[in-house]
Structure formats: C-alpha cells, structure tokens
C-alpha cells in the first residue's frame, strides 16, 4: 500500500505524528508539551504517515549544524520516528524514511543522523553506526587521579539561569573541535538541556549545573543528578552524571574530579561518553571504570557527493569508491575523491561498499581497514583500504555526540 506522507501543518497534526513515538512512552504528548517540542522542531520538518484522515505514524529532522572532520555540515537530526501498533509492518516507516530523506536532500543537507532505538533499524535505509557511546559505573574508592589538582582551577554551583549565560559558549568552543556535535538554539538550551521538570527525574534529585574556572575563566559544565539510597545505615547512593564538557585536558580532568570525589556516594555514574575519553588514562584504576560500549550515532550520506565534499582530507592522494544504494540509487557509482573534493568518475574502484559503510567511517570513528576486516568493505585495488584510511585520517577526537535527540 502507497501510505500519504506530508510535512505537517498545523499543531494538531505534528501532535498525532509526534503521538506515534509517544505511545511507546506511555503515551502523550499534551497540547503544551507539543507547543513546546514545536519551538525545536519545526512543524514542517515533521513528517505524518496518515491513513486517510488519522495520523498513524511520524518522523521528525531537527535543522542541525553538525561538526565533521575539518567543518561543520548543516545535517537532518532524524528524531521522534514511530508507528502506531496498529499499522506495524505494512510499509509505513519505509514510505516515511523515504520521504524525509527527499525532503533532506531537497533542503541542501549533505547528511542525515540518528540514535537508533535499536540498532537493526536504520541499515536498511543506508545508515551507518558512526560513533560509539561508552556507560561508566564507578565505585568510589578509586577515582584518584594521576596528576595534583590544578592550581588555578575554581569549581561552583550555579542555577540553570545563570546556566544559560555561560554554558553556551563553552559548548560552542567543544564542539567546534569535536565530530558529532551538533549546535544547541537557544531555544534548545532553554527548553531542552536546561529543562528539569520533576516528572523527568526518575527518581533522582534536581539537575545541578556544576561549573568549573580555570584563572577565573569558565573553561567547562557539568550537569549530574544525585540519587540518594541507604542499606544497613551505609550510603548507595550515586551520582549520575548527564553531561559534563570541559575544554581541554586540564578542565576536563578537575571537572572531573570533583565529580568523581563526591563524598558520602557509593559509585559514579555516567552515559553517552567519548570511548576515548581522557579519564581513560588520567584515572590511576581505569579499569575500575567497568566502560560498557554501544553504538552512538548513526549517520547516512543522503547525497554523496556533496556530503564527501564537505568533510576534510588529512593526506595527499585519491581515491575511488565503487558505491551502492539502493533506497537512493541516485548515489549509486563510482565516487572519486581527489584535492577534497567527490566527483562521480569512470576510473577504476578502490573500493567497493555500501552507502551504509561511508556513513560508518565519515566522521573518523571507523577506518575503512575495520571494514575490510570485517568483510564489509570490498578491495578492489590492492592498498585501497590502506590510501582511503591516510585520507580520511584526523588527528582529532572519536567522534561524540554527548545528547540522544
Ligand atoms: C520501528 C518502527 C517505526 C517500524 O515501523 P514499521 O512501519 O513497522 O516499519 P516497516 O513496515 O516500514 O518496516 C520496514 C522493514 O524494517 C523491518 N523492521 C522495522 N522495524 C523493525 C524492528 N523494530 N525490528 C526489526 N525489524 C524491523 C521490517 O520487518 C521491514 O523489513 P522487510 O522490509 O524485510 O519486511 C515501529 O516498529 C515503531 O514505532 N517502533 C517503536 C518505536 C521506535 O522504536 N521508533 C524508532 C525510534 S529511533
């Protein structure tokens, strides 16, 4: 069955395309919270799935300004995508995939990214698992680190008011250098990462806005909630740590450290981190951080050329894909990059991979010789895997994207 599918017009219809994804949440969302979601997401850049007058699924793209190697990329940030359970497995989210990744193209964004609710979804429209996400639980006890306190290193509470005056630029200055960061609107800072209502707290206590000065100067945030608990009259507590940025190695580590020493809690806690992240080797017990690792964001190149071209090139040299897509067959071919740009060519392949597989590696978080090991990616040419990796090499951070949207 051909399913309608539109951008939706008026409040009504993004709250039943919104509703769709809702469901699964227990259900919702009310006439304010869908007022509210509106402000960061346009209603134009949600898509309903109706049959005939009832909306039975949606999809939503937040505008992103995403951080690649080398730029920053403007990126569909795919969001709220859902079926009713009453039209599951007809099509639905496959006419709805369809559409927004026209729609995505059509607005000039090179790329789409995603997090996967699970991860066998999204393959089969062409993206690809481009960064990983680490879960630490630490038992207090061993959170030393190696190096001594940071002389000129200030930490303080502040209040999610004046959180929104400094936090953003810290943000700005972290993302600029980081792959998989995207930009925060105001209205996003207000609305979203500095939103507390208590039925979001699971139990926890209130959002604290940790803020850390280094020579006077705000160099790094954090955001943490404590989730008290008692058993034989001893503290289980812990500390949960939401998203905590700092600028650099120096306030990365004493923001850290006042996370990780926080008296009277029995472990720390923390999601959605950087797998390499510096505390890796500034902890003195490492392994006491007990690092679980799953995948982070997807991405897809919705057109290729223009999303190849946008990223940079660390060497010197070429190299032609072999390229095959089948839910956009106008990326199919061969794709030659060459002085940082993708062209489509005749020349001979390299290599010869799915679309999912450039997702995969366009953001640094896999090499194309992972892929080849792990029969992904076809060498055509001998040494392709070996140039395509020197290309795309960056001396910069794994990618991380510190926020599911
Ligand atoms: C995930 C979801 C949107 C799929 O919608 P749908 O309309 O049933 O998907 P389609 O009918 O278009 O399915 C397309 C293909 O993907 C497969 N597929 C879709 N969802 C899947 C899932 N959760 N697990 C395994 N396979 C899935 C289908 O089997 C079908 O495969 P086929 O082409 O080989 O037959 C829907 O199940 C849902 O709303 N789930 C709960 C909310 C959720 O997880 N949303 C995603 C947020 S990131």
Known sequence: MAWD?????????????????????????????????????PLERMHAAFDGDAVVGGAGAFPFQLTVPGGIVPCGGVTVVGVLPTHRRRGVLTAMMRAQLQDIRDRGEPIAALWASEEVIYGRFGYGMASLAGEIALPSGYTGLRQPPDETARTRLISLD??????????????????????????????????????????GGEKNVLLLELDGEPAGYAFYRVFSGFEYGASTGRVEVIEALGDGAVATRELWRVLLEMDWLATQKAFLLPIDHPLLQQLRYPRRL?????DGLWVRLVDVGAALSARAYGGEGSVVFEVEDAFLPENTGRWKIADGTAEKTDEAADLALDVRELGATYLGGFTFGELVRAGLVREVTEGGAARADTLFLTSGPKPWCPEIF
């Open 162 to 203: 004046e959180a929104k005056t400094i936090l953003p630029a810290i943000y700005d200055r972290v993302r600029a250098k980081t792959p998989g960061m995207f930009n925060r609107t105001e209205a996003w800072w207000e609305l979203r990462s500095l939103f507390d209502p208590p039925e979001r707290r699971q139990g």
């Open 290 to 294: 007990q690092m679980r690792i799953g």
């Open 5 to 41: 599918v539109r951008p939706t017009k008026d409040l009504n219809e993004f709250k039943g395309a919104v509703g769709a994804i809702s469901h699964y949440f227990g259900g919702g969302p009310d006439d304010e919270r869908a007022e509210r979601f509106a402000k960061v997401l």
